[in-house]
């Protein structure tokens, strides 16, 4: 199977010749829907990951228990498909510096009113009270910088990367094999299976 990557004004086309036929499809980009199902992931992931860092450093907790709630699907897959938009607004307005202070502002903004909205219903999993520098125990200062340092990653890594995933609509499913160097790359390599 060969494949070689052609450019359209909306999106990639390849063309593959599997036993001399020729095949035109479509990569298209990810629906709203997955993004943010990603984000979703992501976020309960790093929020497990965190407290379970936290929990360590702390208490010195070998165990590593990580918690989160449910509610953390929802709240950072929203949080993260309205940075994206973000991102794609500002990219090239201001620096990455600055779109990461913004984000971080968004997500004070953001925990603060999921936080709010679910203590409604006794329903908010987390509390800050505890923290010298918190407002009505649903956001605090002092995670100011990890929410910074997690604005980097999260446009660097996990938005771009989210972007420039695509589905295939010819693809066959196969046994996974050592990953290309670039997506490029696999466009030319791939072999027949």
Not at 14 to 22: F, L, S, T, V
Not at 90 to 119: A, D, H, M, Q
Not at 123 to 141: K, R
Request: overall charge negative.
């Amino acid at each position: 199977l060969h494949i070689h990557s052609v450019q359209d004004s909306h999106y990639s086309v390849y063309m593959q010749h599997r036993e001399g036929k020729r095949m035109v499809g479509a990569l298209e980009p990810l629906g709203a829907l997955s993004r943010w199902y990603l984000y979703a992931i992501h976020g309960y992931f790093c929020e497990v990951m965190f407290t379970a860092a936290w929990e360590f450093v702390i208490n010195f907790n070998w165990k590593f228990p990580g918690v989160t709630s449910v509610w953390a699907l929802f709240i950072y897959g929203t949080s993260i498909m309205v940075v994206e938009q973000m991102y794609l607004s500002l990219k090239n307005r201001c620096p990455g510096l600055v779109r990461c202070l913004i984000y971080t502002l968004w997500t004070y903004v953001w925990e603060f009113s999921t936080g709010f909205i679910l203590r409604q219903f006794n329903a908010c999993p987390w509390d800050y009270s505890q923290f010298d520098y918190d407002f009505m125990g649903l956001v605090t200062l002092e995670y100011a910088v990890p929410w910074f340092c997690a604005s980097i990653i999260m446009e660097k890594l996990v938005i771009r990367n989210t972007l420039c995933l695509r589905f295939d609509e010819n693809g066959e499913p196969r046994s996974p094999a050592i990953a290309p160097a670039s997506f490029w790359d696999h466009l030319t390599l791939r072999k027949e299976e």
